[in-house]
């Protein structure tokens, strides 16, 4: 990051910060008037020419006093920032995987306007519970609450449930050409979580299960996310019953999208 940028942020951020610089600045506009009170004030009485009394002033006690200040009590503010939630703009994450229950036959419209939305990967109307899915990747978690407190205002969207995509853990990314979606959610022991990532990563593609497309870890009930591509039922219900549910030993939420009703930038896929 630029200087001009750091120091920006600080003044910005930092009352401290803020307090330091003024005072620099002060004592270096206040100390030609001192040099005019050498004759009132024996203390400024002195041999050293003017210019090194400059030099000496603006590293003077008060500023060298309160930068130091600055430096002892920045540990202390970091701390007290860090125990009420902040966003900020150059931080990493805002992915995220979105349901939304949406009013009854409105799910195939909203689905089509979200995925037109900037940071949308694709949305798609889903059987279950939720009417839709969607795969958001902002860039920001200030950018990612924007995104959300923007759709709940949407009329026609009742409610929205955010699993945030984890940005400590390795993420999965794969092609095919499969013609169907469906979205995993699984859960497990919390810390098996690494584990069955590098299992799901290890799983080879074959002709009878459903592909991975993509899976990372997830904030919230749940902690796996995963999109999968696949031809017919019976090959997802093989990635689900038999390899999530068994093998991985996993509680699982399958939601097939409905065909015909995943976009991605607002076309059909």
């Not at 503010?77 to 902040?86: E, L, N, T, Y």
């Not at 759709?151 to 400590?168: G, K, P, W, Y």
């Amino acid at each position: 990051m630029a200087w001009r940028e750091k120091i920006d942020s600080s003044w910005k951020r930092d009352g401290v910060f803020r307090t330091a610089i003024i005072g620099v600045v002060i004592n270096i506009l206040s100390a030609p008037i001192l040099y005019g009170l050498t004759d009132v004030v024996p203390i400024f009485n002195s041999k050293l020419p003017i210019p090194v009394w400059l030099i000496l002033w603006i590293v003077g006690v008060i500023p060298v006093a309160t930068l130091f200040l600055v430096l002892l009590l920045r540990n202390a503010i970091d701390i007290g920032k860090s125990q009420s939630p902040h966003f900020d703009a150059r931080e990493e994450g805002g992915e995220a995987y979105t349901l939304f229950e949406v009013e009854p036959e409105f799910s195939d419209a909203i689905a089509r306007e979200l995925s037109e939305k900037e940071g949308v990967r694709f949305a798609a109307a889903v059987w279950g519970q939720w009417d839709i899915m969607a795969r958001v990747q902002l860039g920001t978690s200030r950018s990612l609450v924007r995104f959300l407190s923007d759709i709940q205002a949407h009329s026609q969207i009742l409610r929205t449930e955010t699993h945030i995509v984890r940005n400590d853990q390795p993420q999965i990314h794969s092609s095919s050409r499969e013609d169907h979606f469906a979205f995993l959610l699984l859960k497990l022991q919390a810390r098996r979580t690494g584990q069955v990532l590098a299992q799901l990563r290890s799983l080879k593609p074959e002709t009878d299960i459903a592909h991975v497309q993509h899976a990372a870890g997830i904030l919230g009930a749940y902690d796996i996310a995963l999109t999968v591509r696949y031809g017919r039922d019976e090959e997802l219900a093989k990635l689900v019953m038999q390899y999530a549910q068994r093998t991985l030993r996993a509680e699982t939420v399958t939601m097939p999208a409905i065909r015909g009703m995943t976009y991605i930038d607002g076309k059909p896929f």
